[in-house]
Nanobody
Framework: QVQLVESGGGLVQAGGSLRLSCAAS????????VGWFRQAPGKERDFVAT????????YYVDSVKGRFTISRDNAKNTVSLQMNSLKPEDTAVYYC????????????????????WGQGTQVTVSS
């Protein structure tokens, strides 16, 4: 079992930055790809970014490429999402999730592939 806890959300103006963190506890964290998803009000939860088990590959949805960076520190059991040049349309609850596996990050873009989920952290970008 893996427990995931997100932090770092908040209110920021358009063009600003936030850094989200996902802290994991439980079973071997390095056995998991970790992804970030987000859900805006009234919309479905969508994929944002993912990182492979060893940090060797990353994958992003087109709308955040060049603005968001996902990274991980397996020694500290954490995954971070650095979000720059934020836009009002980035407003959502952001969730981190864990998927057992050792494939390339691009494989893990669907919610149903993830076994473990955090509770989410709110990100609000004002215009």
């Amino acid at each position: 079992q893996v427990q995931l806890v997100e932090s770092g959300g908040g209110l920021v103006q358009a063009g600003g930055s936030l850094r989200l963190s996902c802290a994991a506890s439980g079973r071997t964290f390095s056995s998991y790809a970790v992804g970030w998803f987000r859900q805006a009000p009234g919309k479905e939860r969508d994929f944002v970014a993912t990182i492979s088990w060893n940090g060797g590959s990353t994958y992003y949805v087109d709308s955040v490429k060049g603005r968001f960076t996902i990274s991980r520190d397996n020694a500290k059991n954490t995954v971070s999402l650095q979000m720059n040049s934020l836009k009002p349309e980035d407003t959502a609850v952001y969730y981190c999730a864990g998927a057992i596996g050792y494939l390339s990050a691009s494989y893990y873009s669907r919610q149903e592939q993830y076994e473990y989920w955090g509770q989410g952290t709110q990100v609000t970008v004002s215009s």
